[in-house]
Every structure is written in C-alpha cells, then in structure tokens.
C-alpha cells in the first residue's frame, strides 16, 4: 500500500506569489493535517481536517488556507508569500479524531523555497 | 513555544553503543510518539506510547512515559550508523481531538562508525 504522497516535493517561488501543495492520505485514512517545519525546528501544526471540515487550525494567518476533498486528499494554500514561509511543509495522515490513540503517518514533504 | 522539549539538543556516540533522549512537556496528553527524521527530508513514525503506558518495546528502541514528571526517553541500543538522524517527540494533548501533535526542538543524534 501506498505511503502519504506529497506534491510537489521541491518547490521554488516568489514573494507575493501563491502556492498549493497536495497531500494524498494513507488508503483507510480519514484526517489530513499539515505541519510547517522551519529549518533547525520542530514542525509547527498548520491544520487538520476530517471528512471535508476544519477540526482544528494553529497559530497561522489567514493566508493559510486548506481544503479536503471527497477522496480525502487535501490541498494546503498559501497566498501573498513572504520569504519567512520557506519550510518544509508536511502532511500527516491518520484514521481520524474519533479514533483516539493512533499514529499519525507523514509524507515526505514539498520543500518551498522563497525568493 | 513548543510543547515538547527533548534533551540533549545534539548527541554524538560510538557505533554499539546506546543513545538515550528525553522529551519533557507541559500539559496532559493522550499519547506520546516518538518520530525520526533524516536531513530534512520526512517524519517516520517510531513509536507511540499511550498516556496509561509505563514502558514500550519496538525493536532496539525503548520508550518509557512518566506522566506525573510530564517526560519521556528514548532508547536506541546497539545504536548503528544509519540510526544517524534527528529524533522528535509529540504529544497529542488531552483536551484536543484528533491528530494534532506539539513537536518538540528534536535531538540530532550522530552514530559514529
């Protein structure tokens, strides 16, 4: 069975500018969340979302937006670009909120690189 | 500020020998995972280790959770050199559902051959 995919996996845009970046959950799984991982950091919660809805958002502003589709893949966007969103961004798939105690998967992320 | 803090930051040893990291963290939890990274690339998940669970087993690596000290360690015995990576842990508190884990700082660990 498939892993998570990420894609793109390296990326490289300019500021003002707009990017999405897709994630494809583990077959079974129902939860996509992001995590943005500055470079020497932890990764920093983004979003999670179960069956198409937004269950939970971190400390990100508005120019962070995500969507889950029926299939349950998700695209996150980000809008107006500043140089400090240059991470590595990460999906994590899991069974989902209503199942408690389960592992979180995660993708081998798309590097974004802005200039 | 993160949740999660492990120690040390960097840790450097022999190959065969045992590396220990621990993480610490503030609020109540629901689980503990342990996750390694190698150069920037993905998270792969370890181990997870439940909030009623005092010690876990998977391989080389052990896991012990003492909630009442809100910390954790991980064990690499037998460390090799492909163990050479950065190690995190995240909680997924109590009063949030779902997935959404606090990641600590990571150790980097350096397994010299």
């Known amino acids: 069975d498939a892993g998570v995919t990420q894609s793109p996996t390296h990326l490289i845009k300019t500021r003002g500018q707009h990017v999405t970046l897709r994630c494809s959950p583990i077959?079974?799984?129902?939860?996509v969340s992001w995590y943005q991982q500055v470079l020497g950091q932890g990764p920093q919660f983004i979003f999670q979302y179960y069956e198409k809805e937004e269950r939970g958002r971190g400390n990100f502003p508005d120019r962070f937006s995500a969507r889950q589709f029926p299939n349950y893949s998700s695209e996150l966007n980000v809008n107006a670009l500043l140089l400090g969103d240059s991470a590595l961004y990460l999906c994590?798939?899991?069974?989902?909120?209503?199942?408690?105690?389960?592992?979180?998967?995660f993708g081998q992320g798309t590097r974004l690189t802005v200039v | 500020s993160q949740q999660g803090e492990e120690d040390p930051q960097a840790l450097s040893i022999q190959e065969g020998e045992n590396a220990t990291m621990n993480c610490s963290y503030k609020?109540?939890?629901?689980?503990l995972q342990w996750y390694r990274q190698n150069s920037g690339r993905g998270l792969v998940h370890l181990i997870l280790i439940r909030s009623n669970e005092r010690e876990k087993h998977s391989g080389r690596l052990r896991v012990t959770l003492d909630t009442s000290k809100k910390s954790s360690s991980l064990l690499i015995t037998a460390s090799r050199a492909a163990d050479t990576a950065s190690y995190f842990c995240a909680t997924d508190a109590r009063e949030t559902s779902g997935s959404r884990l606090t990641f600590g700082e990571g150790t980097q660990l350096t397994v010299n051959p």
């Open positions: 994590a798939s899991s069974l989902g909120p209503g199942v408690m105690n389960t592992e979180a998967f």
């Open positions: 609020t109540s939890i629901n689980n």
């Open positions: 077959s079974g799984h129902k939860s």
